[in-house]
Nanobody, 120 residues
């Protein structure tokens, strides 16, 4: 079982910045991709950004140029640096990891989410 623990959410004014953190722990063999998704009230969960083990990044068009997704493979950690925040970025942000568990079974884990609220 792999656990993902997120931190760093909160309330910020439009134009401000926040940095989210996510650390994976448990029976991990390898984590390939890590990412962030978000879900606003009444909407479906959507991809924000992902990063591969090699550092390849993928961003949603709505956050490209404002968000960055660094990763620390040694710590099994991924971060989301959010700049120039907008009210429409308000959502619960979820961390995700894809890889293999220590028994070589497929791993796809989710964190419990952290609330980000951007005021106008």
């Amino acid at each position: 079982q792999v656990q993902l623990v997120e931190s760093g959410g909160g309330l910020v004014q439009a134009g401000g910045s926040l940095r989210l953190s996510c650390v994976a722990s448990g029976n991990i063999f390898i984590i390939n991709d890590m990412g962030w998704y978000r879900q606003a009230p009444g909407q479906q969960r959507e991809l924000v950004a992902t990063i591969s083990t090699g550092g390849g990044r993928n961003y949603a068009e709505s956050v490209s140029g404002r968000f960055d997704i660094p990763r620390d493979n040694a710590k099994n950690a991924v971060y989301l640096q959010m700049n120039s925040l907008k009210p429409e970025d308000t959502a619960v942000y979820y961390c995700n990891s894809v890889g293999l568990n220590s028994d070589y079974s497929s791993m796809r884990a989710w964190g419990e989410g952290t609330q980000v609220t951007v005021s106008a």
